[in-house]
T-cell receptor, first 113, second 114 residues
Framework: DTEVTQTPKHLVMGMTNKKSLKCEQH?????MYWYKQKAKKPPELMFV???????INESVPSRFSPECPNSSLLNLHLHALQPEDSALYLC????????????FGPGTRLTVL | QKEVEQNSGPLSVPEGAIASLNCTYS??????FFWYRQYSGKSPELIMS????GDKEDGRFTAQLNKASQYVSLLIRDSQPSDSATYLC??????????????FGKGTLLTVNP
């Protein structure tokens, strides 16, 4: 089973709202990732967690706050977003953070009004 | 700056033909190479991974890797309209054994015409 799940599928929020995106995998993977993808562009890496510790932050603005409560779960907390943050947010996981295959979830389509 | 370049596309082939997608990468230290298929509005789906020089076949898909030329390709035989999608080449790079990340090419849009 190579399934990564994400909730919600769609999210519309105002610039003053606080919301969270959730990601879950039950493959025993120890690396999890957040990506942002704009239309007609490739995914852009935001954060990497390895063994529940943040290992890479690609200089993402602080209005995005990741959290890894345990090895199966990954959250992305959103606060005071801008309209240009509207995008498809993708979670992925891999066995470890080495040269392994990454499997993507279905994504959350975020619209910031 | 580690870069991954793909055919600019779009690529259009008739049903039943072979579609050839190409990718070059700049980091000689890259160790793993992936092809993802992405349908419009959906997330990327891993279709092939390749780690060593040569060919790797999986059904109608063949990935080819040449590390000396820093080149990886994907061949799709007997193309079907359902293969119409954007194909993303991704290369996994790391800095001295850490900070592994996938670097994606911009993608090639493939259209298979019935």
């Amino acid at each position: 089973d190579t399934e990564v799940t994400q909730t919600p599928k769609h999210l519309v929020m105002g610039m003053t709202n606080k919301k969270s995106l959730k990601c879950e995998q039950h493959m025993g993977h120890r690396a999890m990732y957040w990506y942002k993808q704009k239309a007609k562009k490739p995914p852009e890496l935001m954060f990497v967690y390895s063994y529940e510790k943040l290992s890479i932050n690609e200089s993402v603005p602080s209005r995005f706050s990741p959290e890894c409560p345990n090895s199966s779960l990954l959250n992305l907390h959103l606060h005071a977003l801008q309209p240009e943050d509207s995008a498809l947010y993708l979670c992925a996981s891999s066995q470890t953070d080495g040269y392994n295959e990454q499997f993507f979830g279905p994504g959350t389509r975020l619209t910031v009004l | 700056q580690k870069e991954v370049e793909q055919n600019s596309g779009p690529l259009s082939v008739p049903e039943g033909a072979i579609a050839s997608l190409n990718c070059t990468y700049s980091d000689r230290g890259s160790q793993s190479f992936f092809w993802y298929r992405q349908y419009s509005g959906k997330s990327p789906e891993l279709i092939m991974s390749i780690y060593s020089n040569g060919d790797k076949e999986d059904g109608r898909f063949t990935a080819q890797l040449n590390k000396a030329s820093q080149y990886v390709s994907l061949l799709i035989r007997d193309s079907q309209p359902s293969d119409s999608a954007t194909y993303l080449c991704a290369v996994n790079t790391g800095n001295g054994g850490s900070n592994y990340k996938l670097t994606f090419g911009k993608g090639t849009l493939l259209t298979v015409n019935p």
